[in-house]
């Protein structure tokens, strides 16, 4: 397996808190919702759908949790 390119890596958009909604190993395709971005502080705004720039399988997770702008969701490889 190997990294090809940047758009292997998820980045968060802006702070919240972020629920996967792939495991590890899966395989996703690009466009594919990665997973919600809940909005805590702003209880009424509509979680944001975080989607995937390109397709693998996913070999890193990031947990259910408080996540900031550039935190790192998810790492594929093909």
């Known amino acids: 397996m190997r990294v090809i390119s940047g758009?292997?890596?998820l980045y968060c958009p802006?702070?919240?808190?972020?629920e996967p909604w792939v495991d590890l190993g899966d395989m996703v395709e690009s466009g594919q919702t990665a997973g919600?971005?809940?909005f805590p502080d702003t209880p009424w705004?509509?979680?944001v759908?975080?989607?995937f720039a390109s397709s693998g399988f996913v070999?890193?997770?990031?947990v259910p949790a408080l996540s900031?702008?550039?935190h790192c969701l998810f790492h594929l490889a093909a």
């Open 45 to 47: 705004r509509e979680p």
């Open 7 to 9: 758009k292997d890596y």
């Open 36 to 38: 919600l971005l809940h």
């Open 68 to 70: 900031q702008r550039g």
């Open 59 to 62: 070999i890193c997770k990031r």
């Open 49 to 51: 759908a975080v989607r």
């Open 14 to 18: 802006e702070n919240g808190v972020f």
